[in-house]
């Protein structure tokens, strides 16, 4: 079953006998080597920063359709 919920508490990510252990929401657990933790680093940086910009990016699109109604 997939859960489509957004969440918005982080996940707890712990370093355990060579193994990098992630809790996340609803009992989500994910055992990782160093590497693969790192390069899932990257990844949910670089989607992190692709997300904030699409939030940005209508936030200034709303902006500007306030100020055409009212301007």
């Given amino acids: 079953m997939v859960d ?6 982080p996940s707890t990510v712990t370093a355990e ?3 990098v252990m992630v809790d996340g929401p609803d009992g989500v ?3 990782l080597t160093p590497e693969a933790a790192a390069e899932t680093s990257d990844r ?4 992190a920063a692709e997300a904030q910009g699409q939030i940005l990016a209508e936030t200034r699109a709303a902006e500007e359709r306030t100020a055409r ?3």
Avoid at 4 to 9: A, I, S, V
């Fill in 4 to 9: 489509n919920r957004l969440h918005d508490e």
């Fill in 17 to 19: 006998h060579g193994q």
């Fill in 29 to 31: 657990a994910v055992s």
């Fill in 44 to 47: 949910l940086l670089d989607g």
């Fill in 69 to 71: 109604k009212t301007g």
